[in-house]
Each structure stands twice: as C-alpha cells, then as structure tokens.
Nanobody
Framework: QVVLVESGGGLVQAGGSLRLSCAASGRTFSSYAMGWFRQAPGKEREFVAD????????YYADFVKGRFTISRDNAKNTVYLQMNSLKPEDTAVYYC??????????????????WGQGTQVTVSS
C-alpha cells in the first residue's frame, strides 16, 4: 500500500496559478502511472490528467487542456499539477492517485488503486 500526500492547494483569484504536489511513499513510484482527479461540491469525482511511469505520455481532460500541466520527478517520488489561468469552475478538492500499471487508463477512476486525501483549491471570481 502506497501513501499519497497532496499539497499546494489554496485560495487564488481567477486567472491565477497554483502548483499541486503529490508525494508518494515507497520504492515503486516510478513503476506506475499517476493521475489527478477533482471533485466539486455536489458533483462526482472527475478525471483531470494522468502521466505515464516515465513521464513521456500525458493525457488531459478537455476542460484543462492548455491550462494545466502534469509532470513527475521519479527521483523525488512526486507528481505535480501546474494549474494556470484558473477559473471559478476549477474550484474542487483535487486528488492524486496511483495507476495500476505503467500507463494511464484513459481517465477511468477504476484504473487507479491508491488515492491521496485531497487538497482544496478555491478560485474566486
């Protein structure tokens, strides 16, 4: 069982930026894809982005393309989500998750088997 700890959330004005981090425990971080999801109040959890084990492949939800960038540093066991041009509708709890294999599962939540506790992102208008 891997432990994932997100950080970097907070309150930001529309148009601003935040960088989320997710630190993973253990020695197998580089063997798995990683993903970011989010859940807004009253809504279901939704896929944001994922990245393959090496960082060579990334996949984004349409609503964040061109604004968010996922990256990873396997030496630090950490995955990042750089969020630019934030909008009020980006307000949500953001979760990182570990994939079940080397590559992401096209955004399917069942493709991830370990989840962090989440970090709150609030974008004011």
């Amino acid at each position: 069982q891997v432990v994932l700890v997100e950080s970097g959330g907070g309150l930001v004005q529309a148009g601003g930026s935040l960088r989320l981090s997710c630190a993973a425990s253990g020695r197998t971080f580089s063997s798995y894809a990683m993903g970011w999801f989010r859940q807004a109040p009253g809504k279901e959890r939704e896929f944001v982005a994922d990245i393959s084990w090496s960082g060579g492949d990334t996949y984004y939800a349409d609503f964040v393309k061109g604004r968010f960038t996922i990256s990873r540093d396997n030496a630090k066991n950490t995955v990042y989500l750089q969020m630019n041009s934030l909008k009020p509708e980006d307000t949500a709890v953001y979760y990182c998750a570990r994939g079940r294999g080397l590559y992401g599962e096209g955004g399917a939540a069942q493709g991830y088997d370990n989840w962090g506790q989440g970090t709150q992102v609030t974008v004011s208008s």
